[in-house]
C-alpha cells in the first residue's frame, strides 16, 4: 500500500534527537454487489483513512499506533479504537485493538484487494474458519469498532519464525506459530475462549512460479456448535496487469467455491469483479473499482 508522509517532527530532548513520524494511507472501493438468494443489487462501497505513527527513544525502544476512519454503505462510519505497540528486536508487544494469532496467521485471507472475492470479499466463505459454527468469532484487528479494549499480545519474530501470544481480559487466550522459507509459509494458530468456545486454524502456502496457492484447516467450537472445514485458494498472473484466482472450501454443511478476477487500471487502481456460489444454491456477484491512496 503506498504511503504518503504527512510530516517527520523531531524530537528534541536534553541533547539527544529522536525522529517521529506520521503517515497517512489507505483505500477507497465502489461498485454493485448482487445476491440471487435476496433478487436485489446493492451499492457496495468502503472508504479508508489510517494513521500510523512512531518513534524511537534514545535507547532503541520503537513505540508506535495505528487508528483507523472507516465508512462503508451501510453506515455512517468514524474512528476505531487504537492498537499501541513497542518493540525492540525481535520482539514487539502491543495492547488494546490488538490484530490476534488467528487473524495474524498467513494464508488465512486470499491475496486480493478485498482479501476475498470480488469487490467486498462476498461474504468471505473462502476463510476456514468461516464455518457453520459461527463466523468472525476469533480476536481480530476491528476497523469499525473499539476492537480488544483490553487485547494484549507479544510477538517474537527472527530467522522466518513467528511465535505470537494473546490475551483479552476475560475472553481468550491464544497462541500462534508460523514459519516461512523463501516463498513457503506454514502456520498454526488457536484461541480458547472463557466461556468454553474454541478455534483452531492452521494453513501452509508457497508460489508457484506466476501462481500463489495455498491450503488451509479450521476448526470450531462456538456455542456447542462444532465444525471443520478445508480451502483450498489460489492466483496466477494472466498478462501485465491482470489476476484471476479462485477457492474450492468444503465443510460438513456443504460446499463452496468462488471465482474472481482483478485488472490494474494504472495509478493504484484496479477493476475488481467475482462470484460465488455456496452449498444452499446462493450466488453473489461484486465488481467495481478499487484504488489506493
Known amino acids: 500500500m503506498k504511503k504518503i508522509l504527512f510530516a517527520t517532527t523531531a524530537l528534541v530532548a536534553t541533547a539527544s534527537v529522536a525522529a517521529a513520524d506520521v503517515s497517512f494511507s489507505g483505500y477507497a472501493r465502489f461498485g454493485l454487489s448482487y ?30 499506533a495505528r487508528q483507523r476512519f472507516q465508512t462503508e454503505e451501510n453506515s455512517a462510519g468514524g474512528l476505531n479504537g487504537v492498537r499501541f505497540g513497542a518493540s525492540m528486536g525481535a520482539v514487539s508487544v502491543n495492547l488494546g485493538n490488538i490484530n ?92 480458547d475462549f472463557d466461556n468454553g468456545d474454541s478455534i483452531m486454524f492452521a494453513s501452509a502456502g508457497t508460489k508457484i512460479g506466476a501462481a500463489d496457492v495455498a491450503i488451509a484447516y479450521g476448526d470450531a467450537d ?26 474450492v472450501a468444503s465443510e460438513d454443511a456443504g460446499e463452496s467455491f468462488g471465482l474472481g478476477v482483478s485488472h490494474g487500471l494504472g495509478g493504484g487502481a484496479s477493476f475488481e469483479g467475482g462470484w460465488t456460489r455456496n452449498e444452499a444454491d446462493d450466488s453473489t456477484i461484486s465488481a467495481g473499482i478499487f484504488f489506493n491512496f
Open 100 to 191: 490476534g494469532v488467528i487473524e495474524s496467521a498467513p494464508n488465512l485471507y486470499m491475496s486480493t484487494n478485498s482479501a476475498g472475492v470480488g469487490l467486498e470479499g462476498n461474504g468471505f466463505e473462502s476463510l476456514a474458519v468461516n464455518t457453520a459454527a459461527g463466523a468472525w468469532g476469533w480476536t481480530y484487528y476491528d476497523s469499525a469498532g473499539a476492537g480488544a479494549t483490553n487485547g494484549i499480545e507479544l510477538v517474537y519474530s527472527a530467522s522466518g519464525l513467528t511465535v505470537h501470544l494473546a490475551n483479552v481480559k476475560d475472553t481468550s487466550n491464544g497462541v500462534g506459530v508460523n514459519y516461512a522459507m523463501g516463498d513457503a509459509t506454514i502456520a498454526v494458530a488457536y484461541e
Open 35 to 64: 445476491n440471487d438468494g435476496t433478487k436485489e443489487v446493492t451499492n457496495a462501497s468502503r472508504f479508508r483513512i489510517q494513521a500510523d505513527v512512531s518513534t524511537e527513544t534514545d535507547s532503541g525502544l520503537t513505540l508506535n
Open 222 to 247: 462456538i456455542a456447542g456448535v462444532t465444525a471443520d472445514k478445508f480451502s483450498v485458494k489460489g492466483g496466477t498472473s494472466v498478462g501485465a496487469a491482470t489476476n484471476v484466482y479462485g477457492f
